[in-house]
């Protein structure tokens, strides 16, 4: 039960858009007409609880207008969408949002969907120095064996330092999944890639420069043989491509060098 809805029976005012009954019919997307009926109240204040939920964040009004945009029955604008989402976030005089659950979950959906945090900051009209603050002072409670404060109790840093954490690793694991789709498909320039990248100690450097020529290491060269006879690819062929990636790795060194 909603505090909205123990708040109003003290006060002896329950909207009937609060009943469980109405709000899974907005749910469903039944016709204004029938959910009026069914509330006992005219469709002209089923229309206007739907009206006042796209323009506030009053409740029940704002949960019952998502509900229906969401059943697919009425069609929102993008104003009125936006209204309503920003109607989530609890503000500051100064407009910039308050840190709650709600905001955790903004945050952590935008991380995932790999955009940069000061990104994000700049989308939700928060500061970047507010957002880094926050998470250090989860990362302290997280680490902090003294702290025993739940996931819900407020202010939540150490859960927004956790969901955003998590939230970091899941563009990087689905761009390695689709790297290593790449491999078993037999791209062996991925393979390359990979190697290069996760065993940079054996498979960095597989080349020495001897004055201004280039050439293979003996081990290496036993590599290239290897993948091209298991790939069916001609070694002399595979080589030219490993020397080649190893000049242009060598330049964008020099140059970043320099």
Not at 159 to 182: D, F, G, H, Q, R
Not at 228 to 248: I, N, S, T, W, Y
């Amino acid at each position: 039960m909603s505090s909205y809805y123990i708040d109003t029976m003290a006060k002896g005012r329950v909207s009937k858009a609060e009943d469980p009954v109405v709000q899974n019919l907005f749910a469903q997307g039944s016709p204004i007409a029938h959910i009026a009926q069914v509330a006992g109240v005219s469709k002209e204040t089923v229309q206007g609880w739907l009206d006042k939920g796209a323009k506030t964040k009053d409740e029940p009004y704002r949960t019952v207008f998502l509900s229906y945009v969401e059943s697919g029955a009425i069609t929102a604008t993008a104003q009125e969408l936006d209204a309503a989402e920003e109607a989530l976030l609890p503000v500051r005089q100064d407009r910039s949002p308050l840190l709650n659950h709600d905001l955790i979950y903004r945050i952590a959906e935008l991380v995932r969907e790999g955009h940069h945090l000061t990104t994000i900051c700049r989308h939700i009209g928060l500061g970047d120095h507010m957002l880094q603050n926050w998470i250090e002072k989860g990362r302290q409670e997280f680490d902090d064996d003294e702290n025993h404060k739940s996931y819900q109790d407020l202010p939540p840093y150490w859960p927004l330092y956790v969901e955003i954490e998590a939230a970091k690793a899941e563009p990087e694991m689905a761009a390695v999944s689709t790297w290593m789709s790449a491999i078993r498909a037999g791209d062996f320039r991925a393979a390359k890639e990979f190697l290069m990248m996760r065993y940079p100690e054996r498979w960095k450097q597989p080349a020495q420069h001897v004055g201004a020529e280039l050439r293979i290491s003996v081990d290496m060269k036993q590599k290239i043989e290897h993948v091209a006879a298991r790939e069916g690819l001609d070694p002399g062929e595979l080589e030219a491509e490993v020397v080649e990636l190893v000049k242009q790795a060598d330049g964008s060194y020099a140059k970043a060098e320099t």
